[in-house]
């Protein structure tokens, strides 16, 4: 028996049902029998059409919602793991950079300890370049007074001693020793 055949007969068993039910009843009786049976039936095809169309939408609505929750619980669980391993290298990275920090600050203070040597050094040699060209110059004049005084001074014993011992003959020949002798000692 097909489900067409079944439809039919319960279709035609709820006519036989109202006549009879609509001679042994009186009308106001079998108007709301009728009306709540109606209601019934209304109710009944209304969940047959909601079960055949609307309820596979609805459960494939469901799980498509289903589907998407989990799919974005996956994805929130994937970027608290991306965040994680963000969050650590984000750590390393402040690690390196604070150790980075450290050692320029530590080249700093070398470089500036260096720097403070080399003028100390420079000072240094400053002071022995002005100690030797302070000997220099005084050398310079002991030079330049022994050039030009000892000749100058000679000559001017010399005379003094010639017109001294110039009557003696002595006084020459002492005179004339000394000059040689001054004169080897200045060469």
């Excluded at 009308?27 to 047959?48: D, E, K, M, P």
Aim: proline share 1%.
């Amino acid at each position: 028996m097909s489900v067409s055949n079944e439809k039919y007969k319960i279709i035609g068993a709820v006519i036989i049902f109202a006549y009879c039910a609509h001679t042994v009843l009186s009308a106001h009786v079998f108007s709301l029998l009728f009306r709540a049976i109606n209601f019934f039936i209304l109710v009944g095809l209304g969940v047959y059409k909601f079960r055949q169309s609307l309820l596979p939408s609805v459960v494939q609505q469901i799980k498509y919602d289903e589907n998407e929750r989990e799919q974005l619980r996956l994805t929130s669980d994937e970027l608290v793991l991306q965040q994680e391993v963000v969050e650590q290298g984000f750590n390393r990275y402040q690690v390196l950079t604070d150790e980075l920090a450290d050692k320029v600050q530590d080249w700093c203070t070398a470089f500036a300890k260096k720097q403070a040597e080399r003028e100390k050094e420079q000072e240094r040699i400053a002071a022995v370049l002005r100690k030797k060209a302070e000997q220099k110059a005084h050398y310079f004049f002991i030079d330049r007074a022994q050039r030009q005084l000892v000749p100058s001074s000679i000559n001017r014993a010399r005379e003094q001693l010639v017109s001294k011992f110039a009557s003696d003959q002595q006084g020459a020949e002492f005179l004339t020793e000394m000059i040689e002798y001054m004169q080897q000692e200045k060469v």
